[in-house]
């Protein structure tokens, strides 16, 4: 992938620097989330990038799914969508049953952070005295 490319790629990612840098902290990224969301998977930065920039919104929703569940960065690594895509994947996403308490808190973090949407976290609310 050329610099421009790259660089339009981390512009697009919320990642502003130089395009070095860009380049660098896109690929991090996307390396910390193959490590820890597809060990179980022959994925490489580009599948991940063209899950990304493609126009299949299931494909974003398994990967959005799969960084929700094992990421230990997870609101740097959502950062790879676009807040349209984000806000589309966090209006759509059902929590399963599984692990539900677990990826209802980290989902509602996620709206917290990208959209300000209030919370009832009640291990996350301060406490008055």
Known sequence: MN??????????FGISASQQETKEAVNRT??????????????SNEDIVKI????????KMFLFQKILSNSTNMLKALRIFTK?????LLNKYRVPAFNHE???KKKEIAEFVFFNKKTE?????WIRS
Do not use: G, H
């Open 102 to 104: 677990f990826l209802q």
């Open 3 to 12: 610099n421009r490319k790259m660089l339009k790629l981390s512009l697009d």
């Open 121 to 125: 976290i009640a291990s996350l609310k």
């Open 52 to 59: 990304v920039k493609s126009d299949s919104f299931s494909e």
């Open 30 to 43: 996307i390396s910390e989330i193959l490590k820890e969301c597809f060990w179980d998977y022959n994925f």
């Open 84 to 88: 349209e895509d984000l806000k589309e």
